[in-house]
């Protein structure tokens, strides 16, 4: 027992040596017998895998699909570095601006200065290592491939340095990749609609298909329009159109041209089709009248914030002191001599971008006079408001309609029109027709409405030649304009009365800002005449509810023709007015119902309101207002 335990540790020892000893005598003689060429074979296979020479070129190959552009394919290699730059900058060229050229050069430089040189650090170390173990006839040699190699490296340098010098020295053309995106969009949204037809080709196959039908047929085309359908819900926008929803865009059809065979009846086909497209424009009908509804009822209606800043003003109004709700300046009310401006509004910062953006860009704000005509309901609010916030240099008035005893008295029933919108029924709409009543020691006065902003000083227009004529106001007769009108839009011209006095192709004008000669307005005894028009309107259909057709019979050939640049109209609705005609005019109109301060107001046009109004004051921030 004890002689085969000895043989058993005998034999253990006798494997471990061998283990041991065997690796060593292998390696060994596998060093003794490495020549000279095996070696720098050796080295020729770490220098080949470094630089991939000839012999080894890499080909990016893309699969082709249907609407995608193929892009080329390009050969890496080291003696064509040159073109591999290119490529790769042209490439970027093309997906962006031209103006992130720099990044480009950027990128390069880091990848130049950054991998290039850390990998020939790490790759001259691993060769000095080997060098070490070698001769000195061997290292010599070895010595010669290195300095190759960096030549090679300074060469591939040189030509990226010239490429980025080209590169940063070329102006960039942002036009060429702005009109490649445009196509591109153009086909993906061009896909996008086919994708569409093809959901609703498919829904109408379905439709032939008997009641709880589950034919194969009828569960391919299910299936693809509950592909299709995810497809284009999942593009939120045209470039998210991905490559699967072109392969489930060819699979419909493929399943629709089976369905075309199954159905071949085409006049069935046609008269569902023309069934569905009824349908469908009824429905567009139906939703544009109720945005069209809509749209009125926010504009005839008070936001909430200016109801909130109403009642704030109104009450601190009444918790004033009647010796302290009296405005400075009054002498100025009454003096000639001075330029007198009127706004009747309700509308407490409707009326202050009048008042702020006239006497703001005035030169003489000192010789401004304003009056501010209102109804009772919001004369509080209004007064309070200029009390608090007082235009400068300039003199203003307040005045409540109530306070006219001979308007109450003596034309109060005819003010009113019959018309469902507020706008028009209002008297404050037709207190512009008794100017000469409202101002009787005044010979001139610009009338504004509330929805305008003048950006222009205004000295100029109170030396316009009014050739005898009443009203000076900018035309709207003219095709070319987005502000075109015409007579027999707004007035009755079937009407027998109305075609003897007047003409359908007289030319029209714009109320918005207007300069009113009252003493020639008194020798005519115009207020008279609108009188008569608006009780004749009031008892037959002859014109649309508004003042501005009553103001065209009222002035009949009794208007003078501004400058358009006067006063731009069209920033209230989507009339195409372009920026450089509102940079340019005295005073521009948000005629329409879509007002800056509400809403639905267009949002592009609002800047030139909202910069006259103080948002930081404490009203408008408790009863949050913003811009």
């Known amino acids: ?211 709880g039908s589950k034919s194969n047929l009828v569960k391919e085309l299910k299936l693809r329009i509950k592909e299709v359908e995810r497809a284009i819900s999942g593009a939120t926008k045209d470039s998210d159109l991905s490559r ?94 001075l330029y007198h401006y009127a706004v009747f509004s309700d509308n407490v910062l409707a009326s202050t971008v009048v008042v702020n953006s006239t006497v703001s860009n005035a030169m003489e704000p000192e010789k401004i006079v304003f009056h501010v005509v209102t109804d009772s309901l919001n004369f509080p609010a209004v007064s309070m408001w200029f009390l608090l916030n007082p235009p400068g240099k300039a003199t203003i008035q307040v005045q409540s309609i109530e306070s006219f005893d001979w308007l109450s008295t003596k034309y109060h029933a005819a003010l009113r029109q019959n018309s469902s919108d507020p706008r028009y029924a209002s008297e404050l709409n037709h207190l512009r027709f008794y100017l000469p009543e409202i101002f009787p020691t005044l010979n001139k006065i610009v009338l504004f409405d509330h929805d305008v902003v003048v950006q222009k000083d205004l000295t100029r227009l109170w030396s316009i030649n009014m050739k005898g004529k009443v009203n000076a106001a900018v035309e709207t007769c003219h095709k070319s304009e987005t502000s075109f009108h015409r007579m027999d839009a707004f007035i009755n011209f079937s009407d027998p009365f109305v075609a003897k006095k007047f003409h359908a192709d007289a030319c029209t004008w714009a109320f918005g800002m207007n300069l009113f000669d009252l003493q020639e307005w008194r020798r005519q005894n115009l207020t008279t005449v609108y009188h008569k028009y608006l009780q004749l309107g009031n008892k037959r259909p002859l014109w649309v509810a508004g003042s501005l057709p009553l103001g065209w019979v009222t002035f009949y050939k009794k208007t003078v023709a501004l400058d358009r640049r006067w006063h731009i109209l069209g920033l209230g609705y989507e009339s195409g007015v372009v920026r450089a005609d509102i940079d340019r005019a005295a005073v521009i109109h948000y005629d329409g119902i879509m007002k800056p301060w509400l809403d639905i107001g267009i949002g592009r046009h609002k800047g030139y309101w909202s910069k006259y109004v103080n948002y930081e004051d404490s009203h408008l921030q408790r009863c949050n207002i913003h811009a």
Request: a positive charge.
């Open 244 to 337: 699967s929803a072109l392969q489930r865009m060819r699979n419909m059809e493929s399943s629709l041209s089976k369905a075309s065979r199954a159905y071949p009846d085409c006049s069935s086909m046609t008269t569902k089709l023309r069934s569905m497209t009824q349908n469908t424009e009824e429905q567009v009908r139906s939703q544009k009248k109720q945005v069209s509804y809509l749209f009125h009822l926010a504009a005839s209606t008070t936001p909430k914030g200016l109801h909130c800043l109403s009642m704030q003003l109104t009450a601190e109004y009444f918790a004033l002191d009647p010796k302290e709700r009296q405005f400075p300046n009054q002498q100025k009310l009454h003096d000639p001599e």
């Open 1 to 211: 027992m004890k002689l085969f335990r000895r043989c058993q540790r005998i034999l253990i020892l006798s494997l471990l040596s061998v283990s041991v000893f065997a690796p060593i005598i292998f390696v060994s003689q596998r060093l003794k017998n490495l020549s000279t060429t095996g070696r720098k074979e050796f080295i020729e296979d770490l220098s080949n895998i470094k630089y991939r020479t000839d012999g080894l070129k890499l080909s990016v190959e893309q699969e082709a699909s249907e609407g995608l552009k193929e892009p080329r394919k390009v050969l890496y290699e080291d003696k064509d570095l040159v073109s591999t730059v290119s490529y790769t900058l042209k490439e970027n060229h093309d997906a962006k601006e031209s103006g992130n050229v720099g990044d480009t050069t950027d990128m390069l430089e880091r990848t130049e200065n950054g991998t290039k040189y850390e990998n020939q650090d790490g790759d001259n170390q691993f060769q000095q290592r080997e060098i070490s173990s070698m001769s000195g006839e061997k290292k010599q040699l070895n010595q010669e491939i290195v300095q190759q190699d960096q030549n090679a490296h300074s060469q591939s340098r040189k030509v990226i340095d010239g490429k980025i010098k080209q590169l940063k020295d070329v102006k960039p053309n942002r036009a060429v990749p702005h009109d490649q995106n445009v196509q591109n969009m153009r086909k993906v949204t061009e896909r996008i609609n086919e994708m569409k037809d093809q959901v609703v080709r498919a829904k109408l196959y379905l439709s032939f298909t008997p009641p």
